[in-house]
C-alpha cells in the first residue's frame, strides 16, 4: 500500500518577513530589558549580601556576556573566595587549621528566585510594548 501526501506552503516568505521584521524590532528593547533586570539582580543581591568591610559587596558586578541586535545575555558575578563560605555556610577547619561553625547567610539564591519571574514578565511587557 502505497500513501502519498502532498503539502503546500503558502506565505512562506511573507511569515519569514515578518519573523525577520519583529526580531529586528524587538532585539534592541530585549537587550536593554535584560541589562536592566540584570543591574536589579545585582542590586538586590548587593543589599541583601553581609557587609563587614564591604569588600565583598562591593565586587559583586554584572558582565554582558553577550549582546547583538537578536540577543543579550548578562551574569552577575563576583570572584570573591568567600561567596560560596558566606552563601551556604561552612563547618570545618579552613587551610590554616582554623575552626569555622559558619551559618549560611543566603542572598544569591533568594534574589536568584525572586529575579527569574520578574525577568520573565518584563520580558513580556518588552514584547508587548514593542509589537503595538
Known amino acids: 500500500m ?4 502532498s503539502v503546500k506552503i503558502t506565505g ?3 511569515f519569514v ?3 525577520t521584521f519583529w526580531r ?3 532585539g534592541p528593547e530585549s537587550a536593554s530589558t535584560t541589562r536592566k533586570v540584570g543591574g536589579q539582580l545585582r542590586d538586590r543581591i548587593k543589599q541583601d549580601a553581609p557587609v563587614e568591610t564591604g569588600q565583598y559587596r562591593d565586587g559583586i558586578h554584572l ?3 553577550e549582546e547583538s541586535d537578536s540577543k543579550s545575555a548578562v551574569k552577575v558575578v563576583t570572584n570573591a573566595p568567600q561567596a560560596a563560605r558566606l552563601e551556604f555556610g561552612f563547618v570545618g577547619s579552613d587551610s590554616l587549621g582554623r575552626y569555622y561553625q559558619q551559618a549560611p547567610q543566603p542572598h544569591w539564591r533568594p534574589a536568584i528566585a525572586e529575579f527569574v519571574k520578574k525577568y520573565r514578565d518584563e520580558m513580556r511587557k518588552t514584547a508587548i510594548k514593542v509589537m503595538r
Not at 2 to 5: A, D, I, N, S
Open 2 to 5: 502505497t500513501v502519498e501526501v
Open 63 to 65: 558582565e554582558v556576556m
Open 12 to 14: 512562506k516568505n511573507e
Open 17 to 19: 518577513k515578518r519573523l
Open 24 to 26: 529586528k524590532k524587538i
